[in-house]
């Protein structure tokens, strides 16, 4: 909210436009800067709720797409047949629960923890997150397929950046307009995921 109570304009739109959060306008600019949308792609949404992300998704990929949405909490919106809505703990559940859901051409995770109001604590909590984010690709996502990643900043940041390069042709690092002036939040962008190296035993 604005000084005086009134909500700021990205808000504003979204409840006009029918989104769950403002945070829709991140991925949207995200999404227009990258390419990453396209009509039936498989997208494995992390930190779905409320939904706003699955929706501007549902809107790109289509009837013939598919999205799981993870998040911990039910979402807050209604989504069409072809998205699969699962409560789980992302930092808890097996890494074989994600295989298991099949593989994706893209991984976004709008996950944040539950702050602590220190700041570097909130940012390694943050960085945590991203690690198994970026795990979970590891184990579902497709060669050539892309990963969006809201952190925090501080002093794990280039470490998560790192991983990233370890595994994609392109790292980008970008902060939506949408995103509050005074937050610490970026968003990592990894483009074109490399296959993974096989190592083949010693004969």
Known sequence: MKPGGKPD???AKAHKEGFAARSVYKLEEIDRRCKLLRAGL?????????GSW???????????????AVDLTPLGVTVPAFV???????????LESFALLGFFDLLVSDMAPHTTGVRDADAALSAELVDRAIN????CLRPGGNFVAKIFQGSDFEGVRKRLRDRFETVKVMKPEASR???VEIFLVGLNRRAPTLVLPAL
């Open 9 to 11: 304009p990205f808000t």
């Open 42 to 50: 498989h997208v494995l949404d992390l930190g779905a709720a409320p």
């Open 54 to 68: 699955t929706q501007w998704m549902c809107s790109r990929v289509g009837a013939k797409g598919r999205i799981v």
């Open 84 to 94: 699969q809505a699962v409560e789980l703990d992302v930092l808890l559940a097996p």
């Open 136 to 139: 979970i690709g590891d184990c």
């Open 181 to 183: 002036k005074e937050s």
